[in-house]
């Protein structure tokens, strides 16, 4: 009796130990954080290290908000997911960010006080997909954008909606959707009436259901409808429904609440009610887009299609399938792209063996995308109300298929139009409208139209203006949405993944969400010049959510990369053939687990050997075109739900060793084998438990050396975790010291010094000159954005980021490479300058309309100090030709120098040297002549040559 009373409580401990919930970072810790991170910046030795953005643009990222002011519609604020907020004047033209110099990239809604030009935002985005990141509560600004002042509400996470009075610009109402991952309080409804200084909750579901949506009647604050969301996301499932989704609604401005989606109202109501969006005409009349996860009524309609189905075989005896017709049964499987070697002939071999049974039919086509897109659910539904929400009807009779599929948690936006109560929008992978009140639709997306719509601004005034914001961008109609023109100049595309190859110039390739794949030379011009000679010069070559890269490093024409859960294909860039090589598992084996990012690599050994994770290692030795598992299951075995889990996410094969590979999975492992598969070890069992393993990294200066970076992301656990091992892994050190709290998404080595790493958090990066024992933060023309993946160009030692919502930087670490900042004495270390070829064009422009060109070389330096100090420029015999006063930061500093000198140093070269002969310019400024010169601060100093 004891003992089994003993047993049934250990597997109890232990299923709880496994399942039970991680802690989520407290708002406090996330709140030093910040001001650990400003101090960080201030002190930094690299916070002058210049990044540049070199785009993409084109593809954009997903607009989350749009708000338009109603006295000039041409100027507007554009919110993005993880991009930050972008102010217009000229009606999209143009765009500037104004949410840079705040501590966070990532936005639910935004709203703005016009008559007192007052910005609202709320941070973290509220769409709830596996990159909705979250933000750090209310920021609020009276100076677009170049101060921000946090109001509040720092546990919220994930933000719906934000509502201003009209008349009362201190009375704020706000939807707070609360956390993704882990349960928490700070969600319902709040109120403010002193404009952020306190706030009242005035609505609470429970712990896991926050507020979704808000609105209010148009010219009357007072009466207000909102939207309860039940939502709970992990790791391995998404649960976007719950009994109490539910729409409520408040006729003193936001104070009390009573929910309406009663079961007498004719609102769904149970637990199959998802998001709920709403639109209000007038106090009356009140629409409501429902994303219903209840079941569809089964239908006894015999299908058209005289074709097996993948239904068939779930239910299928053997003695059925033995009597199948072998044309049928062949063509099932040549239809459903089963391998060659399964055949009519040969699969009733394996059946009538017992090798495989008829469900392995249907289990073989089953995967983490098929499960997700074959739940039989109602979907989006349109509801309205004409008595103010006392009762709910909906408004059509059949299913709106195409809409949502199977993710409806990902929209749920509805409008109506302020001039016309038949007329409504609905947002999902189009966008359709209907002029009857919603009893029929018609689709308006157009060819330049990107598919995944979340924000749309409906013109109070103008009717048929539109502005829609999607996961493509931005478009604007004039027409009701019968043509559009797109607003893409933003950089604020959402990279998976980044990778170079070694072409002269040297490409860039990256995989953004729901954007493909693009490559494009590294020094492109992110400009308008491309609408003239109509080439944009990125290009993409490949569609849906883009992930990893990898280039054949002796020819670069032939790229391997793919789309979402695995999704693998070899490109050959010149002659456009397409070869799609996902490893299939064989008939009767569990389907291979693929994740939403599945890793791949060349190897360095040999560019033939391609390997590909899924939960196990797979190995090709012919460029993809066959797989063998060199694995078993490198994961903990993944969980039941509706999110594959339990898959690998980093791959590493040392420089040093054939075979000795190193991988990660979602799920906390940490695999080693030394002898390309013949045998595994795990080696992260002194890690933390559970956390997805972001990167394992082989190191390039020591055989025996291996990095890995651990993210908690999907607990809502925040910390920084960053390991080395000297040991192969059997033993780890954390190397993350202080790093500012953040999940980690990737480290990088320096090729040439060990002790310099990189590192990109989601809220920024960071570089230690010594093996991690401090870190430092870069800043420069890089705001606090989520850094996925980091790639270093090492003939042109440029290391490129790839952020998740500002597209990819660039800068050059060359003097971070050079300078031993751990030993300099000197108090200026120079690098050194590059010699300039002078030209007789210095100073000249080829019209008078246009600017001369001039010259321009940046000096680096490492100072030892802060100061003001005085950069000179001596002739070789030490006359002073030119000086710049310039601000030196201890550390790594940037003097831009275009090459000219004064009036007095002109004459005093011609007397050095009477055969100088200066032409004069069109700017009319003097430039350096060929020789030798010195570029001096204080008793250091460096030789500049103009050949």
Known sequence: MFKSKFLAFTIFLSSFLVFSQQPATSAETIKEALVQKQKMKASSLVKNVPFKNIGPTVMSGRVVDVDVNPEMPSEFYVGYASGGVWHTTNNGTTFTPILDSSDTQNVGDIAVDWKNRTIWVGTGENNSSRSSYSGIGILKSSDNGKTWEHVGLED??????????????????????????????????????DGGKTWNKTLFVDNMSGIIDVQYVP???????????????????????????????????????????????????????????VAIYDENTIYALHDSQFHRKATSKKSESSGLTKADFKTMSVDAFMKLEDKKLNAYLKTNGFQEKYRATNVKQLVSSGTVKPIDLAHYLEDANALLFDTPVIGAEVYKSTDGGKTWKKTHDDYIDGLYYSYGYYFGEIRVDPQDKNGIYIMGVPILKSKDAGTTFTSISRENVHADHQALWVNPRKQGHLINGNDGGLNMSYDDGESWVKLNSPSVGQFYAINVD?????????????????????????????????????????????????????????????????????????????????????????????????????????????????NKLMRSMNKGDDFTAISLDLTRGGKKG?????????????????????????????????????????????????LWVSRVIASKHKKERVYATLNGYRWDDFKAYVYMSDDYGQTWKDISNNIPTS?????????????????????????????????????????????????????????????????????????????????????????????????????????????????????????????????????????????????????????????????????????????????????????????????????????????
């Open 156 to 193: 919220s996470h994930h933000i719906g909606r934000i509502l201003i009075n009209p008349k009362n610009p201190d009375e704020v109402v706000i939807g707070v959707t609360g956390h993704l991952y882990s349960p928490n309080n700070e969600r319902g409804i709040y109120k403010t009436t």
């Open 219 to 277: 010219n009357n604050f007072k009466i207000m409808f909102a939207s309860s969301w039940t939502r709970d996301r992990k790791a391995w499932n998404f649960t976007g429904n719950g009994n109490n989704s539910a729409i409520y609604k408040s006729t003193n401005g936001g104070d009390t609440w009573e929910k309406v989606s009663t079961k007498k109202s004719g609102f769904p109501t149970g637990e199959g009610v998802g998001r709920i969006g």
């Open 502 to 614: 070694n072409e002269k110039p040297y490409n860039v390739y990256g995989g953004l969400q729901d954007n493909g794949v693009w490559f494009g030379a590294n020094n492109a011009v992110e400009d308008k010049s491309w609408h003239q000679n109509g080439q944009y010069p990125w290009e993409s070559i490949m569609g849906g959510d883009g992930m990893q890269i990898q280039i054949d490093s002796r020819d670069a024409n032939i790229v391997y990369t793919g789309y979402q859960f695995g999704n693998y294909y070899r490109i050959n860039r010149e002659t456009e053939e397409f070869k799609y090589i996902q490893p299939k598992h064989t008939l009767g084996e569990t389907p291979y687990r693929f994740n939403w990012q599945t890793p791949i690599l060349l190897s360095p050994h040999n560019q033939d050997i391609l390997y590909l994770g899924g």
């Open 743 to 947: 999940p980690v998404n990737v480290i990088r080595e320096d090729p040439l010094k060990e002790n310099l790493l990189y590192l990109g958090t989601d809220n920024g990066a960071y570089v230690t000159f010594n093996m991690g024992k401090s870190w430092e933060a870069f800043s420069n023309g890089l705001p606090n954005v989520a850094v996925h993946d980091m790639v270093i160009q090492p003939e042109a030692k440029d290391l490129l980021i790839g952020t998740h919502g500002r597209s990819i930087y660039k800068t050059n670490i060359e003097a971070l490479q050079t300078i031993n900042v751990d030993k300099v004495t000197d108090d200026i270390t120079f690098l050194d300058l590059e010699s300039v070829k002078f030209s007789g064009r210095w100073g000249s422009s080829w019209s008078p309309w246009s600017d001369a060109f001039e010259p321009e070389i940046t000096i680096q330096f490492f100072s030892n100090s802060s100061g003001n100090k005085t950069l000179k420029v001596l002739s070789e015999k030490g006359t002073e030709l030119y000086s710049i006063s310039t601000k030196v930061e201890k550390g790594f500093n940037y003097v831009d120098y275009k090459l000219e000198i004064t009036e007095k140093g002109k004459k005093a070269l011609k007397k050095e040297d009477s055969n100088i002969d200066f032409k004069e310019t069109g700017n009319k400024k003097n430039y350096l002549p060929k020789g030798l010169y010195k570029v001096q601060i204080g008793d250091n100093s460096k030789v500049l040559e103009i050949k």
């Open 642 to 690: 509706n999110v594959a889990y339990g898959t690998l996410t980093s791959i590493s094969e040392s420089p040093f060793q054939f075979g000795l590979i190193y991988t990660g999975s979602d799920d906390g492992v940490v695999s080693v084998t030394k002898n390309a598969g013949g045998s595994w070890a795990t080696i992260s069992n002194t890690l933390p438990k559970d």
